[in-house]
């Protein structure tokens, strides 16, 4: 497994400083590492320049990085043989890929292309977020008028899919994010992954990597709130080393095993 992160566009084989803690620390351990420059299709690993033709001989990489879209991560899947597939990578990036699978363990949600009639009554809140990310302060919706004009608001093509939750209040700073490798969930610190939840990680089965964010309810009930691409994830509460630590060498050990 090679742990490949994004380098300078204008500084080749120099990697992004978001990312030069984790890439160093991966390369004082010993990890296998390399560099991607996606803008001018490079992309590096120890002592070989990889191209299209020779990235078959690489083996699987796993990219630690920033976030990208579908066809970003196609073109990605072109340079390197990525150990998380195009498809794979979306059904946990977009909420469409992972929220039918889990809405048992999360809040009640729905899909919206347009404006449709939702219940306001006594106080009701919706929190709104593209398939990937939140709109900060414009997120959260309490009224139908707001609702009807937030694709213009916002600016989004007539047409974009919104995924619309019910507003639930969380116990002030709660929520803490895990990280699964292959069904199995690692917490910051040891923290260990509530047992009511342990039902939607196999529901999530058999994705290789992917992020878990967990909170408690003002009732104190664990519940999901969003997956994520372990990839494109940031460490929250994790520091560099325990990530590495855990994780990383989680994930150099599951590819070593599935190649036995």
């Known amino acids: ?63 630690r990085g920033w976030m990208l879209t579908a066809a970003e991560y196609c073109h990605l899947a072109r340079l390197l043989p990525l150990a998380v597939s195009s498809a794979e990578y979306l059904s946990s990036h977009q909420a469409t890929g992972w929220y039918e699978a889990v809405a048992t363990h999360t809040f009640p949600s729905r899909f919206l292309a347009e404006p449709v009639a939702l219940d306001f009554a006594k106080g009701r809140r919706y929190f709104v977020k593209s398939l990937v990310k939140s709109f900060g302060a414009d997120s959260v919706l309490v009224s139908q008028p707001q609702l009807t004009g937030f694709w213009q608001q916002q600016g989004l093509p007539v047409g974009t899919t919104l995924f619309v939750r019910d507003f639930v209040d969380l116990k002030p700073t709660s929520e803490r994010r895990f990280f699964v490798v292959r069904g199995q969930a690692f917490g910051a610190g040891g923290t260990v992954l509530p047992e009511a939840l342990h039902a939607a990680v196999a529901a999530l089965q058999p994705r290789l990597f992917y992020s878990f964010d967990v909170a408690e309810t003002l009732a104190g009930q664990p519940v999901l709130v969003e997956v994520g691409d372990g990839q494109v994830s940031d460490l929250k509460e994790w520091s560099v080393a325990e990530f590495g630590r855990r994780v990383l060498r989680a994930l150099a050990a599951a590819e070593a095993s599935e190649t036995r």
Do not use: I, K
């Open 1 to 63: 497994m090679h742990f490949v992160y994004p380098c300078l566009p204008y500084q080749p084989r120099t990697v992004d400083p978001m990312w030069a803690p984790e890439y160093d620390w991966a390369r004082a351990q010993g990890l296998a590492t390399g560099l991607v420059d996606m803008d001018n299709d490079r992309a590096w690993v120890p002592s070989l320049a990889a191209t299209p033709s020779a990235a078959a001989d690489l083996g699987p990489a796993l990219y």
